[in-house]
């Protein structure tokens, strides 16, 4: 079973590709346990009361449950630059379902071909209100969810835990529009929290990222409020639901200092705010040392099973040269 879930939450940290002009050989989808006899997959699940593809959930349940009592939640957020990748196969909440000590639930949004900045982050409220109107049915216990994704579904498991309730934000998708989008806890891998400067470094900071011209639908400089309405930054408060942030520091598609500004912020206005530096590491990396780390960050918010998390840096195998 811990070799499920320490298996499931490695492919959580896999490569997640944005949308660029020449984009790198893009890295295999996380992907659930091969076996899923530990688990119950209830897929196409949909929560804005539509049949749209995008705006669906899948629901992963254990099918040996270590309690009778309502299980936290594990919801995970797919990356893929807002304009591509995909919620199939679980990614670490499929793992999670498999320890038995969780209930997971895999997102989908729609894409910003599809739609422009803020659909994303309302689906996503959309998504964590289906999870708690549905949570007499399914027994999941609607005051522990918690949630993690990587690269852009970093960034929008960042909005989330910094935005809950805040109106402007929530939209008025499904049928859950009374119920909080509020979440207990954060795991972002590697996400961007500022949407007004160059996520890139060196020549390729010098013009607009495409990923974010097709997120807000337009060049920065015409898009300006919509950058400042969309960087995680912008909503740093007191009280905000813990934090654990793990971040390549030599990232060349989304700049290490998207990490320590969120990192610096959190902690200047109080909150509980953990930054593991991914030494050497890239955009994507695969860590046994933050995996562990990871389930003691969700076991200690999500079950009250307390534990002393280092925030060491963690080494990782320097980024092969280009062409290698």
Not at 77 to 98: D, K, L, V, Y
Not at 290 to 319: C, W, Y
Request: charged fraction near 20%; proline fraction near 7%.
């Amino acid at each position: 079973m811990k070799l499920l879930l320490a298996a499931a939450l490695s492919l959580a940290t896999t490569t997640a590709i944005f949308a660029e002009d020449k984009p790198a050989p893009r890295a295999a989808a996380p992907q659930a346990p091969r076996s899923r006899g530990d688990v119950d997959v209830k897929l196409n699940l949909p929560y804005a009361g539509n049949d749209n593809p995008r705006q669906m959930v899948d629901l992963y349940l254990p099918k040996n449950r270590t309690t009778d009592k309502p299980l936290p939640v594990v919801v995970y957020i797919h990356g893929g630059g807002w304009s591509g990748g995909s919620r199939a196969g679980g990614g670490p909440a499929a793992g999670f379902a498999a320890s038995g000590n969780y209930a997971g639930v895999s997102v989908g949004y729609r894409l910003s071909d599809e739609m422009k900045w803020p659909a994303q982050i309302h689906d996503c409220k959309a998504a964590i209100r289906w999870i708690r109107g549905h949570a007499k049915e399914y027994n999941l216990d609607p005051d522990h969810i918690g949630i993690t994704g990587s690269s852009a579904g970093g960034h929008l498991v960042c909005l989330l835990g910094l935005t809950g309730d805040t109106k402007e934000l929530e939209g008025s998708i499904g049928e859950f529009t009374s119920l909080s989008s509020k979440v207990a806890c954060v795991v972002n891998y590697y996400g961007p929290t500022d949407m007004t400067s160059p996520l890139m470094q060196g020549a390729a900071a010098l013009s607009d990222d495409r990923a974010v011209v097709g997120l807000l639908g337009g060049p920065l400089k015409d898009k300006a409020a919509e950058a400042k309405a969309s960087s995680p930054l912008t909503y740093i408060h007191a009280g905000a639901p813990p934090f654990l942030t793990a971040h390549g520091t030599k990232d060349m598609r989304v700049n290490f200092n998207n990490a320590t500004k969120l990192h610096e912020a959190l902690t200047k206005a109080g909150d509980s705010s953990i930054l593991l530096a991914m030494t050497d590491g890239g955009h994507g990396f695969t860590s046994p040392e933050l995996n562990k780390r990871v389930q003691q960050f969700f076991d200690m918010h999500l079950r009250g099973i307390t534990s002393e998390i280092s925030s060491e840096p963690i080494p990782l195998p320097a980024p092969a040269p280009a062409g290698k």
